[in-house]
């Protein structure tokens, strides 16, 4: 069972899990972590509405219960807060708005990455655009973030294209439907 601990604690830091009384396993609360959860789930929240195009399908589906345990359990030991994330978004938005550029429809693309060393969130926004200008639009966030000296240790946020449309296949079709390929 694990008990979220209100109240400051001597001899607590960061990402320091306590035990209580009972032996329980106590977090400390990490300010702004429900609001990171809340922009991850409906990005809308942040970025406006979406256009009619649908997100990518995440091939790793996230448990939205233990997403904010994960979330913490890789930014704390990077000395990460969760606002810092949050302002990085925030960045994100304003960089879409100023080029009317909308999210696709669906909640982030979201990836807990373990590989050498500590592991990272890597966050993706799926944008209404091409896949030039959604990289375009990364590098333009990168700026703006650097610009702001926002802290990205244990984090990266990348715009990707949402499902392609109808329209968006038929024009990847090298051939008619009814021809053959000749090998």
Do not use: Y
Request: with cysteine; proline share 8%.
């Amino acid at each position: 069972m694990t008990i979220v601990e209100t109240r400051p604690t001597a001899g607590m830091w960061a990402g320091q899990p306590m035990q209580s009384e009972a032996g329980e396993r106590v977090l400390r609360p990490m300010p702004g972590l429900e609001d990171l959860v809340r922009v991850l789930r409906c990005p809308e929240t942040l970025f406006g509405g979406p256009s009619d195009r649908l997100a990518k399908r995440c091939t790793h589906p996230i448990d939205w219960e233990s997403a904010p345990e994960t979330l913490r359990a890789i930014l704390e030991p990077w000395g990460t807060r969760c606002m810092d994330v949050v302002f990085h978004l925030q960045l994100g938005a304003e960089v879409l708005r100023r080029h009317g550029v909308q999210i696709c429809r669906g909640e982030a693309f979201v990836l807990f990455l373990a590989e050498e060393g500590p592991p990272d969130v890597f966050i993706q926004i799926c944008l209404d655009t091409s896949i030039d200008r959604a990289s375009e639009l990364t590098w333009e966030l990168n700026d703006r973030a650097n610009d702001f000296d926002v802290p990205s240790e244990g984090f990266c946020i990348a715009f990707i294209t949402g499902e392609p449309s109808a329209e968006d296949l038929e024009s990847l079709m090298p051939f008619e439907e009814d021809e053959d390929l000749e090998l």
